[in-house]
């Protein structure tokens, strides 16, 4: 979806999306990422981050990493028409050893694909790329996946500030969770409630009080920051 200036704009398309009724397809693959989260909340230890400021923090860091996978959509984009449809991305897939079976593939790529049939826009390639990863490899991730030590770190970065705020380790974050997350045990570092509140709002876009790890990714990309990378290499 493209607002006038004729940017991609991925909150918006995710609300039209969620305004819709998801598939089956979808619910089923929203349930093996939510296990797959929680599992590696049980088999990580210690937590990276212990506010929402020291997520921020490590902004630089992942822009980066949004810097590397803007490379490689730019070289997996074959016909050069911003997007990237299947058989780009199942090259990408075999180049970067992710392993997923084709009608894996063909469900991660409906449900990142958020506005509609016009193929893989950026924003939608992180998600999925990360969202791929997580279904592909261990808490302890192994970098042969990607062949890249920046981009695992960015992705494990990414679940774990996900894992941070989902205080109740279901796999879905709450505002009630959210809260609790930003203040625990850090009295000095508590997060203004308005802040909060604005963070939580954009992130809850079908509005019935939870996000899912989905919705928190192209929210925290936004936030990271891509529309200043969006001319790279076109």
């Given at each position: 979806m493209?607002?006038?200036?004729?940017?991609?704009?991925?909150?918006?398309?995710?609300?039209?999306?969620?305004?819709?009724?998801?598939?089956?397809?979808?619910?089923?693959?929203?349930?093996?990422?939510?296990?797959?989260?929680?599992?590696?909340?049980?088999?990580?230890?210690?937590?990276?981050?212990?506010?929402m400021?020291?997520?921020?923090?490590?902004?630089?860091?992942?822009?980066?990493g949004?810097?590397?996978?803007?490379?490689?959509?730019?070289?997996?984009?074959?016909?050069?028409?911003?997007?990237?449809?299947?058989?780009?991305?199942?090259?990408?897939?075999?180049?970067?050893?992710?392993?997923?079976?084709?009608?894996?593939?063909?469900?991660?790529?409906?449900?990142?694909?958020?506005d509609?049939?016009?193929?893989?826009?950026?924003?939608?390639?992180?998600?999925?790329?990360?969202?791929?990863?997580?279904?592909?490899?261990?808490?302890?991730?192994?970098?042969?996946?990607?062949?890249?030590?920046?981009?695992?770190?960015?992705?494990?970065?990414?679940?774990?500030?996900?894992?941070?705020?989902?205080?109740?380790?279901?796999?879905?974050?709450?505002?009630?969770?959210?809260?609790?997350?930003?203040?625990?045990?850090?009295?000095?570092?508590?997060?203004?409630?308005?802040?909060?509140?604005?963070?939580?709002?954009?992130?809850?876009?079908?509005?019935?009080?939870?996000?899912?790890?989905?919705?928190?990714?192209?929210?925290?990309?936004?936030?990271?920051?891509i529309?200043?990378?969006?001319?790279?290499?076109?």
């Open positions: 493209r607002g006038a200036s004729g940017l991609f704009h991925p909150l918006h398309a995710l609300k039209s999306f969620f305004w819709g009724k998801c598939s089956k397809e979808d619910q089923n693959l929203e349930r093996r990422l939510i296990e797959a989260i929680k599992q590696r909340n049980k088999s990580t230890g210690q937590k990276t981050f212990r506010s400021n020291s997520i921020t923090m490590r902004f630089p860091q992942l822009k980066e949004l810097r590397n996978i803007k490379h490689l959509f730019n070289q997996y984009d074959e016909d050069r028409n911003g997007t990237i449809d299947h058989q780009e991305m199942k090259k990408c897939f075999e180049k970067m050893q992710i392993q997923l079976s084709v009608k894996d593939m063909h469900s991660l790529y409906r449900y990142c694909e958020v509609g049939n016009k193929g893989i826009q950026y924003p939608e390639f992180i998600v999925l790329l990360c969202l791929a990863y997580l279904l592909t490899t261990s808490a302890v991730s192994s970098i042969a996946v990607l062949g890249s030590e920046q981009l695992s770190y960015m992705f494990n970065e990414l679940f774990d500030a996900f894992l941070f705020l989902d205080k109740d380790g279901d796999g879905k974050l709450k505002r009630k969770d959210m809260v609790l997350s930003l203040n625990d045990s850090y009295h000095q570092e508590k997060s203004p409630g308005h802040v909060t509140s604005r963070r939580f709002k954009e992130m809850d876009l079908n509005k019935n009080g939870q996000v899912t790890l989905k919705g928190f990714l192209f929210c925290i990309i936004k936030w990271i920051g529309d200043s990378d969006d001319d790279m290499e076109q």
